[in-house]
């Protein structure tokens, strides 16, 4: 007797351990995230869903689906340990925007700037308090991905693009794997909006060529005779002149002495 309530107090006490064991492995299977406790739709994989639920975000929600960004995300989030962080722009927050900026983009530009809003991991909100520095986006364009500074303003975040800055405001969703935080500012890219390089100053015109004188082909007719040296010429009248002066000073000279000799006999 001794022995058989013993083994039914073994057995009974294995029971037990199985049922404890069996409840904290379920406990467990609940609280880690992943692609299949994403799967049974108990947690927000379908960004569209989140973001309806307040009203405040029509035109973000019409550029993502416009731009198919949409798609790609809830795809992500379906097959995602990492999980995905959006910074939602408001209505009032497209409607401060200086009018044309988003027509000035292009269809590629668009497509960057909706993946600007997006971080390639889940953070909470007291993961980003925590966070320092660049932070990277799912945007990319030639030099690598698009960041944004990050970093902690009292109990909030500061998220800054280089271009504008903006401080999170509501958190939409909070739950893995996808957190959504409101913000009052369009996220611009300094890569799109920041200042363009200056443009390179065109090349100086060439200097004009030095034009050569003209040399005269000698003709194989009759030489022409020497042009005449104006110079000499003159030189030679104002010489002649000169001496035809004097010689005429030299017969006045002496016709005078000789008439007053011929005077000085008569008497």
């Known amino acids: ?111 960057q700037l909706m993946l600007y809003c997006v971080l390639p991991r889940f953070y909470s909100l007291s993961m980003l308090t925590k966070l320092t520095g660049p932070v990277n986006t799912q945007a990319s364009g030639a030099d690598g991905p698009y960041k944004y500074k990050i970093k902690p303003s009292n109990n909030n975040v500061n998220v800054s693009t280089g271009v504008n800055w903006s401080l ?6 909070k739950d893995f794997p996808l957190a959504v935080y409101s913000v009052d500012k369009v996220p611009l890219p300094y890569e799109l909006f920041g200042p363009k390089p200056p443009t390179p100053a065109p090349a100086p015109a060439p200097a004009p060529s030095k034009s050569k004188t003209k040399k005269h082909k000698k003709s194989t007719g009759i030489a022409e005779p020497p042009a005449a040296d104006d110079t000499t010429a003159d030189g030679t009248t104002t010489k002649s002149a000169a001496a035809a002066g004097a010689g005429v000073a030299r017969w006045v000279a002496a016709a005078g002495v000789l008439g007053g000799a011929i005077l000085s006999g008569l008497f």
């Open 1 to 111: 007797m001794a022995s058989s309530a013993s083994r039914l107090l073994l057995l009974a006490a294995v029971l037990a351990s199985a049922g404890v064991l069996a409840t904290a492995q379920k406990a467990k299977a609940k609280a880690a995230p992943g692609p299949a406790a994403a799967a049974d739709g108990a947690l927000p994989t379908n960004v569209t869903a989140v973001l309806e639920k307040s009203g405040k975000y029509t035109t973000f929600l019409r550029l993502l689906h416009e731009s198919r960004v949409d798609t790609q995300i809830n795809s992500q989030l379906m097959d995602s340990y990492n999980g995905l962080t959006m910074f939602a722009p408001t209505d009032a927050a497209f409607a401060d925007l200086k009018a044309g900026t988003l027509n000035s983009l292009s269809s590629q530009d668009q497509i």
């Open 168 to 173: 999170l405001s509501t958190i939409v969703s």
